[in-house]
């Protein structure tokens, strides 16, 4: 089995930053896509930002500019840094993974989601 274990989620200022952290661990073969996605409170589970191994990282047209994805493979670590967060940007963050583990087949993971709020 594998685990996403994320951090770095809280209560922040406009204009403010975050860094959001999500760990991998477990059987693993290799991780392909690691990305970020977030759901406010009566809407659907968004993409923020994906990061493939090898590939174009995507982000989301609300978040340009602002929010970088990057990730550590030699920790299987994917990060967020959130920069002049807003309002808006107040949501549950998860933390997403497409793993090959051990046993080679890839499956879909999902960290347990970190709160951000963003208000004075």
């Known amino acids: 089995q594998v685990q996403l274990v994320e951090s770095g989620g809280g209560l922040v200022q406009p204009g403010g930053s975050l860094r959001l952290s999500c760990a991998a661990s477990?059987?693993?073969?290799?991780?392909?896509?690691m990305g970020w996605y977030r759901q406010a409170p009566g809407k659907r589970r968004e993409l923020v930002a994906s990061?493939?191994?090898?590939?174009?990282?995507v982000y989301a047209d609300s978040v340009k500019g602002r929010f970088t994805i990057s990730r550590d493979n030699a920790k299987n670590t994917v990060y967020l840094q959130m920069n002049s967060l807003k309002p808006e940007d107040t949501a549950v963050y998860y933390c997403?993974?497409?793993?090959?583990?051990?046993?080679?087949?890839?499956?879909?993971?999902w960290g347990q989601g970190t709160q951000v709020t963003v208000s004075s």
């Open positions: 997403k993974s497409k793993v090959v583990v051990t046993t080679m087949r890839e499956y879909v993971y």
């Open positions: 990061m493939p191994s090898g590939g174009t990282t």
């Open positions: 477990g059987s693993i073969f290799s991780i392909n896509d």
